[in-house]
T-cell receptor
Framework: GAVVSQHPSWVICKSGTSVKIECRSL??????MFWYRQFPKQSLMLMAT?????????EQGVEKDKFLINHASLTLSTLTVTSAHPEDSSFYIC?????????????FGPGTRLTVL | GENVEQHPSTLSVQEGDSAVIKCTYS??????FPWYKQELGKRPQLIID?????GEKKDQRIAVTLNKTAKHFSLHITETQPEDSAVYFC???????????FGQGTELSVKP
């Protein structure tokens, strides 16, 4: 149980294009999903918290117009990197919170490696 | 602000030895402390967690201890094996929005 999928697993795009990443909870309903960014040999940096049916809450310093988040259902959240540039190249990981008895447990997706040329 | 400090940043042990990773947190209201293992290029995987109503939890070769008074918790791995080599992250919940605050990570290397 508590499986989270993410698609695509990797993507290469040209500078200026937009990229959409999907995060799905496969066997549970996730009222809250989180989006992280991770640079090599560094910790997980939270970008935003996504709640189903409401606007995402962005961390300080994260541009909400650049990183568009939509959480349209209890099993799907999407992150769109708009007008991507080389500095946006990174490993993006989502997590979903299991809405069970212990609602603070987070399960991670496999991540998406984004390379912007 | 809320903070989680993790030490050491790197740890090298011989196969069969024990490994200990320590974390301290700042929010005294925190009540849930997970540990994640992340292999290179893979997702962080929850390996064990502890809640504030217990002081220790064990799962085979892995154990976590919690000292709420001192606001620190530790991961203990016994009889280490090469497949334990990975980066380990501790975390504690933020009082805002249900998010987790992660430590900086510990790169564990188990040498055969």
């Amino acid at each position: 149980g508590a499986v989270v999928s993410q698609h695509p697993s990797w993507v290469i795009c040209k500078s200026g294009t937009s990229v959409k990443i999907e995060c799905r909870s496969l066997d549970f309903q996730a009222t809250t999903m989180f989006w992280y960014r991770q640079f090599p040999k560094q910790s997980l940096m939270l970008m935003a918290t996504s709640n189903e049916g409401s606007k995402a809450t962005y961390e300080q310093g994260v541009e909400k117009d650049k990183f568009l988040i939509n959480h349209a259902s209890l099993t799907l959240s999407t992150l769109t990197v708009t007008s991507a540039h080389p500095e946006d190249s990174s490993f993006y990981i989502c997590s979903a919170r299991d809405g069970g008895v212990y609602t603070d447990t987070q399960y991670f997706g496999p991540g998406t490696r984004l390379t912007v040329l | 602000g809320e903070n989680v400090e993790q030490h050491p940043s790197t740890l090298s042990v011989q196969e069969g030895d024990s490994a200990v990773i320590k974390c301290t947190y700042s929010d005294s209201a925190s009540n849930y402390f997970p540990w994640y293992k992340q292999e290179l290029g893979k997702r962080p995987q929850l390996i064990i967690d502890i809640r504030s109503n217990v002081g220790e939890k064990k799962d085979q070769r892995i154990a976590v201890t919690l000292n709420k008074t001192a606001k620190h918790f530790s991961l203990h791995i016994t009889e280490t094996q090469p497949e334990d080599s990975a980066v380990y992250f501790c975390a504690a919940p933020s009082s805002v929005g249900g998010k987790l605050i992660f430590g900086q990570g510990t790169e564990l290397s188990v040498k055969p």
